[in-house]
């Protein structure tokens, strides 16, 4: 995709409000992946000549801003999911965010995060060591990785969390961490108890996995469980009606094209990542169908 000046204009004013998120723009850009200071600084001055368009796309993605115009809809667990991050913000609390793979928890999440101050997203994965997990957390707070070993670095990361106002911390895909890794939650959960919110999000893998380290009396679990309210926050199932409504804001009008778009998504356990896809191949065939008529 050919980005445009109009495209490199939002993509700065999103990193923008990114870095307003953090105590200055050199933290901000050590949250990114692969991106410097000196072309977070050169972004932010309107100075994009010699930044390449993968680079602002990476930006782009990096900090939740969407090129594709894809509208965002309030569904029911679109609000539900808002509910856990906003409650856990402000009044401190642990929760265990739960639902099916493409419902919605990552977009709410990033957009959450866009859209509040002091809210950290951390993306969680099988191979992580303690050391990955430690070095995440503090690159996403704008905190020092480097040069310090590694009780330093949690420490100097949990120590900038704790200062600020009503911090939050989303570590998705938490049923993907080892025991080893989740473990080491109990420690950032006793150095950060009354002073920041933190929300794990997972699909129902981890009720079984819950229950198997309960019921064979697995390290940690009962202190994890305890910690987490011993319950998990269930979303719901996505509805034909939270499709029927995407459709219809990014554009779809024909009927027969929305019909179409339901009738893949139920075949597809109604996966919102699906819908996308769809809806969008949908436009696009729409679009082709109007230039052609156009040439005729």
């Known amino acids: 995709m050919k980005l445009t000046l109009t495209h490199k204009d939002a993509i700065r004013d999103a990193l923008l409000s990114y870095c307003d998120n953090y105590p200055s723009r050199s933290r ?36 939740g801003f969407s090129l594709d115009n894809w509208t965002l809809t309030e569904s029911d667990n679109f609000r539900m999911a808002t509910y856990v991050f906003s409650d856990s913000q402000m009044y401190k609390n642990v929760t265990w965010l739960v639902g099916d793979a493409g419902c919605g928890k990552t977009t709410t999440a990033i957009e959450f995060r866009r859209s509040h101050r002091n809210v950290y997203y951390i993306l969680c994965s099988e191979d992580m060591k303690r050391s990955d997990f430690v070095r995440e957390i503090a690159k996403q707070v704008g905190a020092p990785t480097d040069g310090t070993n590694l009780r330093d670095t949690l420490e100097y990361a949990l120590s900038m969390i704790s200062f600020l106002d009503n911090p939050l911390l989303i570590f998705d895909e938490g049923d993907k961490l080892t025991d080893c890794v989740l473990n080491y939650f109990i420690s950032i959960y006793n150095r950060l108890e009354g002073r920041a919110g933190i929300v794990f999000m997972s699909t129902d893998y981890i009720k079984r996995r819950m229950e198997n380290g309960l019921r064979y009396n697995k390290k940690g679990y009962k202190e994890i469980n305890s910690r987490i309210g011993r319950r998990f926050f269930d979303l719901n199932t996505t509805t034909q009606n939270d499709i029927y409504a ?32 769809v809806v969008h191949a949908q436009k696009r065939r729409s679009e082709s169908r109007v230039q052609k008529g156009e040439a005729e």
């Open 28 to 63: 901000a850009s050590e949250s990114l992946q692969d991106v410097s200071a000196a072309t977070v600084s050169q972004i932010l001055n309107s100075k994009y000549t010699a930044i390449s368009d993968d680079m602002f796309t990476r930006i782009a993605v990096q900090i």
């Open 246 to 277: 995407i459709c219809k804001a990014n554009g779809l009008e024909n009927e027969a094209e929305i019909k179409q778009v339901i009738k893949d998504a139920a075949s597809t356990d109604n996966d919102l990542r699906r819908v996308k896809r």
